[in-house]
């Protein structure tokens, strides 16, 4: 049975660091490209950042020289390492498994960026 648990978010004050985890069980996870998504309220979800099986990455401009995306496939997880966040920041973080024809969501953990 695929699971994603989502780790990590919480409540931290502008400038600061967080780092999320994504963990998943129940598929061979090395196949897998992986990203992260974000949904602020009524904002539509916005794609954050992509690392593919291979390793290669992507960010989205909002994002880029802040965040940092890497996975472990020893440990089945892929990170979303957050510097300097903001307030426009804040948001519903998801993380994202897939491959042809296959996608997977985590449940999302929360971030807010408030003073």
């Known amino acids: 049975q695929l699971q994603l648990e989502e780790s990590g978010g919480g409540l931290v004050q502008p400038g600061g660091s967080l780092r999320l985890s994504c963990a998943a069980s129940?598929?061979?996870?090395?196949?897998?490209?992986t990203g992260w998504y974000r949904q602020a309220p009524g904002k539509q979800r916005e794609w954050v950042a992509r690392?593919?099986?291979?390793?290669?990455?992507n960010y989205a401009d909002s994002v880029k020289g802040r965040f940092a995306i890497s996975r472990d496939n020893t440990k089945n997880t892929v990170y979303l390492q957050m510097n300097n966040l903001a307030p426009e920041d804040t948001a519903v973080y998801y993380c994202?498994?897939?491959?042809?024809?296959?996608?997977?969501w985590g449940q999302g953990t929360q971030v807010t960026v408030s003073s």
């Open positions: 994202k498994v897939g491959r042809t024809n296959y996608d997977y």
């Open positions: 690392i593919t099986s291979g390793g290669s990455i």
């Open positions: 129940g598929i061979i996870f090395s196949w897998y490209t």
